[in-house]
């Protein structure tokens, strides 16, 4: 097995986001450290403010460690947190020994390298260990060998880590120490000279060992033009000219904090680590963004391809390589099933029929190597050089022959068990559980993929194995080194020739497969108007579905508001041939989600499930659109909801305000309706009206986005088939532009609350307007967020609220930024009185060029943090399409958004941000 697969285990406990502390942690690292500041006081007006500030700093540190306890108490974790600057923070208590420990990963590897700087990364992580600007040369492994802990780092294709283990009572000391040696690394030229001179002798090292020489030949070949092409440690040629500003500029570029996992393992108090992780991390800067790394797709076509490297060796060492996806393929747990049942160990096939029983090989195995763009099946034997050709024809004889239906139940059930069985002794020690957590974490974004794997290993049938097989199991993409002794006399032709005559290339016919691919991109017109749009992205063994009508509340006249709301929540609960408790577990046993949602001017229903099932959803999803059930049970169920949801928001003054916004904006049209109506109208809506509103709603032309892994062909006649049962053609909604309010201010009241709430909104154009969209999505970006402008100076400066943000909205003809504070009741002049000073403050001077930088890193990192899944994925294209714009308009935006500059986005400020037109609504206890 290769030293860089994911072969082993994992923890079975579910990993989970925790949403808001890494504003509580930012806040409370910030008074931490205002509070060890030493203040001269001359005068005692300084002393009472500083005293007031303390005691008010104190109560805020009491409230915020509260909050924070509460949040990691819920479960027990891994807990996952996100640090205001995009790092994440992975925190487990395992109290088994009195042992932590602590790992740093970081998406720099020798992938991430050039050409000319292959063995960057590997060199670096030697470097880190000959000093930092707070550590001499060897003190860092001092330090920890002295307390009785051990430490090191590695360097794969993908990532590097950096990693400690260390007594329970100096937790702190092996969490500073990571970080020190990850951010603050000295790179001594002197030293580096000395370093390179090991990394060097390292290189050679591995040029002697077999299995080292034949892998670095096979990844020349198979994934040749890619980064994954040259070996991890680099050439010489490369590592020799590596300079210290070469690995700083390296530093620079990769060791971003959004591009980081910290991850915390032992037995820890999960706030105290919490803390200190914001403490030695929270104060790094996002100074670039960073890009998912694109994959590299299995090439199509090719020919077998053998290298013969003779020298002085005793035995032959044959390596045989093909070319697969990457880890977070969905066929990754079938590919390590079938290399299990072919070469796993000594009951396996290819092991019985050339060692046991024909005894031509001392060995032989059969593994796969997943990456995270690309990955490798891998056959290894060992042997003598007499019975190479024969062993070679052999092997090739039994390879185009392979039959999954001659594995008995026994074998699968064994393969199945021992591949569980590495996943679960991984967590026997520490340092595995710690290891296989992080890289769950940091490569599948969370342990649901550790079950999505057990899952697929415990499921997967001998038909499944042999597609697979035969998909990536041909000759014309084997490549093939063999080390062999002085005077071996077969060629590579020969043994190329053995390959052609005994294992013939495999002719696909397009009947051969019931089931299709997920294919290119492509967005697909149908017949009545709606379209379908496919997104291929095969990491995950699933299918994400997004479809979307024009409609919901614009399909409304002014009496039946909350009416699309009602209708959205009644979709789900029942088909003509299942009642809604039916339904929950008919979806619920094929661990799928299915949902239906309605806006101002869309209405939506999203799936997601395991690709698998694609036979069983399909069929639903059409029942649940063309025969819902809206049995009057459910129906009196959804209109409960809806009303004590009404009631619950406005039971919260934020909630209150937002309920209230719409109406008090806009004068007329959709936009100016209550979306959840008001409780009288929502308890007198009949099954009629819900069934004309349906109706209605579902013959619109709709747009279908699809994500995942799915079957091309299937979802295509689901499309069609639906664009023909239900689409009235061209019968779009038409959304006329609506008039602003002519009552600038709206004051609310809500008794007995203790903070009082403000917002300051300014209208500004829709979507449509791309410049302006661009602009102030950039201005937005630099005045929201714990950095921003507003929390710097109304939170910060002045100490007038705990939350100060900004926002926008837009439909596709109209929208509004808003700044928005929550403070004390005393304060709200105050407060307007900052918005009103920040709006002049924008409007005469452009903003630094620090801030517009820091704006467009924001930009770039919210959009990729909020399209990493599926649904979400699917749902943008499908929500954009139905409006009306190209599927990639917020990637444009972002690119728009990219070039501008201060005077740019000043001249926006200028045009929208009038305070004499601004909109005020308050919320009063």
Not at 36 to 57: F, M, N, P, Y
Request: glycine share 6%; hydrophobic share 40%; aromatic share 8%.
């Amino acid at each position: 097995m290769f030293p860089h697969q994911k072969n082993a285990a994992v923890s079975a406990a579910k990993g989970f986001r925790i949403e808001k502390l890494p504003i509580i942690l930012l806040l409370l690292g910030a008074l931490l450290m205002t509070a060890g500041c030493k203040i001269e006081r001359t005068e005692q007006s300084d002393k009472l403010k500083v005293s007031q500030k303390t005691s008010a700093e104190d109560s805020a540190i009491k409230e915020l460690k509260k909050e924070i306890s509460d949040a990691l108490s819920s479960g027990d974790g891994p807990h996952i947190i996100k640090l205001k600057n995009g790092m994440n923070l992975l925190i487990k208590e395992d109290t088994r020994f009195p042992l932590v420990n602590v790992r740093l990963f970081v998406h720099a590897g020798s992938s991430y390298e050039t050409p000319d700087q292959a063995g960057i990364s590997h060199l670096l992580e030697h470097m880190v260990f000959k000093g930092t600007d707070k550590r001499a040369p060897g003190q860092t492994a001092l330090e920890i060998e002295s307390v009785g802990g051990d430490m090191n780092a590695a360097t794969s294709f993908d990532y590097t880590v950096y990693y400690v283990e260390v007594p329970e009572n100096e937790w702190k000391l092996g969490m500073d120490i990571v970080t020190d040696m990850a951010f603050n690394a000295k790179i001594d030229p002197e030293e580096l000279k000395s370093e390179r001179d090991v990394v060097l002798s390292e290189l050679e090292r591995g040029e002697d060992n077999p299995g080292s020489r034949i892998f670095k030949t096979l990844q020349s070949i198979v994934w040749k033009d890619s980064s994954y092409q040259w070996p991890i440690i680099g050439y010489r040629e490369t590592v020799e000219k590596i300079s210290s500003k070469d690995i700083h500029a390296y530093i620079d570029r990769l060791y971003q904090p959004q591009s980081m996992l910290l991850s915390v393992v032992g037995k820890i108090d999960p706030q105290q680590v919490a803390l200190e992780a914001e403490k030695l991390c929270g104060s790094l800067e996002a100074t670039q963004p960073v890009v998912p790394p694109v994959k590299f797709g299995v090439p199509e076509n090719g020919k077998t391809t053998i290298k013969i490297i003779p020298g002085k060796w005793n035995k032959v060492y044959i390596g045989a390589a093909f070319p697969i996806p990457g880890i977070s393929s969905a066929k990754v747990a079938g590919l390590e099933t079938l290399c299990e049942l072919l070469g796993g160990g000594e009951t396996s096939k290819l092991y019985r029929k050339f060692k046991y029983e024909k005894r031509m090989v001392d060995s032989i195995s059969v593994s796969s190597l997943t990456l995270q763009r690309s990955g490798m099946l891998y056959i290894f034997a060992t042997l003598d050089a007499d019975k190479v050709e024969e062993f070679w024809k052999e092997l090739m004889i039994e390879l185009s022959s392979i039959d999954f239906n001659q594995f008995t139940d026994r074998e699968m059930e064994r393969v199945s068990l021992n591949l569980e069985d590495s996943l679960f002794l991984t967590k026997e020690t520490l340092s595995g559980l710690a290891s296989k957590l992080g890289y769950f974490q940091f490569f599948e974004n969370g342990q649901q993929a550790e079950e999505n794997y057990l899952y697929d290993v415990k499921n997967i049938t001998r038909q499944q194995l042999q597609k697979l097989y035969d998909e990536y199991f041909v000759p014309e993409k084997l490549a093939s080194c063999m080390l062999t002794p002085e005077g071996f006399k077969t060629t590579e032709q020969d043994l190329e020739k053995i390959v052609a005559d005994n294992w013939p290339a495999k002719k696909v016919t397009a009947n051969e497969s019931s089931v299709s691919g997920p294919g290119e991109a492509s967005t697909i017109e149908l017949a009545n108007g709606s379209k379908l749009v496919f997104i291929p992205d095969t990491t995950l063994p699933y299918t994400a579905m997004s479809m979307y009508w024009s409609g919901g509340d614009a399909d409304l006249t002014v009496e039946d508001q909350g009416l699309s709301a009602l209708v959205s929540q009644s979709l789900t609960r029942g088909t003509a041939s299942m009642n809604a408790t039916e339904l929950e577990d008919y979806v619920s046993d094929r661990a799928a989600s299915i949902g239906a949602s309605a806006g101002r001017e869309v209405f939506a229903i999203t799936s997601k499930f395991p690709s698998r099932f694609t036979a069983d959803m399909f069929p639903l999803i059409k029942e649940i659109l063309t025969a819902p059930r809206f049995a009057a049970e459910e129906i009196d169920r959804a209109k409960q909801d809806q009303i004590s949801s009404i009631k619950r928001k406005e039971d919260r003054p934020v909630s209150l305000a937002f309920r209230n916004i719409f109406p008090f904006l806009f004068k007329n049209g959709t936009y100016s309706y209550y979306h959840l109506g008001v409780p009288a109208n929502v308890e007198n809506f009949t099954e009629e009206n819900i069934r004309d509103f349906w109706a209605k709603q579902s013959s619109r032309p709709f747009v279908i986005a699809v994500c995942g892994d799915y079957d091309r062909e299937a979802l295509m006649n689901f499309a069609k088939e639906l664009d023909a049962k239900l689409v009235l053609k061209d019968k779009p909604v038409e959304i006329p532009v609506p008039d602003w309010g002519t009552d600038n201010k709206l004051e609310l009241t809500l008794p007995d609350r203790n903070q009082a709430h403000l917002m300051a909104i300014f209208p500004i154009p829709g979507m449509e307007d791309e410049e302006a969209t661009a602009g102030l999505s950039l201005l937005r970006a630099a005045l929201a967020g714990q950095s921003g402008l507003l929390f710097r100076d109304l939170r910060d400066k002045q100490g007038l609220g705990y939350t100060v943000t900004a926002f926008l909205w837009q439909a596709p003809k109209t929208g509004f930024m808003a700044f928005y504070i929550g403070t004390k009741p005393e304060q709200v002049e105050q407060a307007m009185a900052g918005f009103e000073k920040t709006v002049a403050m924008l409007q005469k001077d452009d903003l630094p060029e620090k801030e517009i930088q820091r704006a467009k890193n924001i930009l770039n990192g919210e959009y990729y943090q909020e399209h990493q899944s599926l649904l979400s994925r699917s749902r943008e294209s499908a929500s954009l399409i139905v409006k009306g714009f190209e599927p990639d308009l917020d990637l444009k935006l972002i690119e728009k958004a990219g070039k501008m500059n201060a005077a740019d986005v000043r001249v926006l400020i200028n045009k929208y941000l009038d305070w004499n037109k601004k909109y005020t609504l308050t919320v009063q206890p």
